[in-house]
């Protein structure tokens, strides 16, 4: 496998509604999508999940074009490869980026897929035919519109309920809606809003009977959360600490996690994502798939890594239209009774929407 030609496009598409996190609102989506063309013609696909703002990490849509173009694909480029793992090896030479590394990476493991005639989710070690999916909801105006919200989606039989949580909406939130969903898997995703001090508060989500509590604390933390966990009996998941498999082994080492959210792009890429889930396999520790609100190429890749037998927690994969008026995919990514069937057919096993692309694209550049 011999990469001869890279397009990178940034995409614009518009959210069918606004998407609030203790960070702030965000409905608009500009990303880079990528194109890789092998010498045999492969093509195969790639997304970028860095946001605009740093709010998330400290990449955005502007360093991953500049890390691409710069250095990510002239490295690539005309690289005889053997196996997609080669190229976070030789990516290792560059310092974080890995969102950046993440979208090149898995076009070359589309490519790969396509080549040895075998679905991305089989390449990877994927076990599963259909997955179980979650949902993730955004902050609401109000408990009863968040209530309403959940309900719809209880209704659609999504298998975990993710909220976000933040001071000031967080205890009486959450009791409220274990109140309305006594039976429903719930969870709170609080994207690094508290501190260490905020023990007392968060003790008191012990009584929701929450399948974990994400990120409390600061994004890059695993000292503080070892100390909360010992205080708290809800699982801590850890979503921004963990972008490596190195990572990992502390945090859960430490005890400072008990669940671990894998995101592809945050983690650098596939090869380290799934080195990070066997690695939690083998120490008892559950993995479940997060997601980046992404389009259909980011989605069908999450389905893919989601598979693999240790990810036994619902994740945040959602249906195409829960996001988008129309996906860049065709079929789209789409959840019956909270399942996804996983495609077989060799790759991704999603087909690009070339006109839905044209649509969205505000500009493109090839390199080869
Ligand atoms: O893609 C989805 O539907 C999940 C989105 C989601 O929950 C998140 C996306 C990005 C940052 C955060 O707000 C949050 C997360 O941390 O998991
Ligand atoms: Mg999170």
New binding site residues.
């Given amino acids: 496998m011999k990469l001869v030609e890279v397009t990178l496009r940034h995409l614009q598409m518009e959210m069918k509604s606004p ?1 609030s ?1 203790s ?1 702030g609102t ?1 409905q608009m989506k500009d990303f880079i999508l990528l194109e890789a063309r092998d010498e045999q013609g492969t093509v195969g696909y790639g997304e970028s999940v860095a ?1 605009s703002s740093p709010w ?1 990490n400290e990449e955005t849509f502007k360093t991953n074009w500049h890390m691409l173009e710069d250095f990510l694909i002239p490295m690539l480029l005309g690289k005889e490869l053997q196996h997609p793992d080669e190229v976070s090896d030789l990516f290792s030479a560059i310092r974080k980026n890995n969102m950046a590394k993440s979208t090149i990476e898995g076009a070359v493991w589309d490519i790969y897929a396509q080549q040895t005639n075998q679905s991305l989710a089989h390449a990877l070690g994927g076990t599963k035919d259909q997955i179980d999916v979650g ?2 909801i ?1 902050i609401q105006n109000s408990v009863e519109e968040l209530i309403e919200v959940v309900r719809g989606y209880v209704e659609e039989g999504y298998k975990r309920i ?1 909220v ?1 949580i933040k001071p000031g909406w967080d205890v009486d939130v959450m009791r409220r809606l274990r109140e309305a969903f006594p039976n429903v898997a719930i969870m709170a ?1 609080a ?1 690094s809003a508290y501190r260490l001090e905020d023990v007392e508060l968060l003790k008191q989500l012990d009584a929701f009977d929450l399948t974990m509590i ?2 409390p604390l600061a994004s890059d933390d695993i000292i503080d959360h070892a100390t909360l966990q010992k205080q708290l009996s809800t699982p801590i998941c850890l ?2 600490s963990i972008h490596s498999l190195e990572d990992a082994r502390k945090a859960v080492e430490l005890g400072s996690t008990k669940v671990i ?1 894998i ?1 592809i792009g945050r983690v650098g890429g596939l090869t380290e994502a799934k080195k990070i889930h066997d690695y939690c396999m083998e120490k008892g520790i559950p993995v479940w798939c ?5 389009a259909g190429i980011g989605r069908a890749h999450n389905v893919a890594l989601t598979t693999l037998p240790n990810f036994i927690l619902p994740g ?3 249906g195409s239209s ?2 988008w008026e129309k996906d860049i995919i065709t079929p789209e990514v789409t959840v019956n009774h909270g399942v996804i069937h996983v495609p077989q057919q060799a790759g991704i096993g999603y087909a690009i929407d070339q006109e839905a692309v044209e649509r969205y694209t505000v500009m493109k550049k090839t390199y080869n």
């Fill in positions: 998407f996190t960070f965000f946001f998330y949902i993730s955004g993710k976000k995703d994207n994400e990120q979503d921004e959210n995101k997060g997601g980046m609100l992404e945040d994969t959602a829960r996001y």
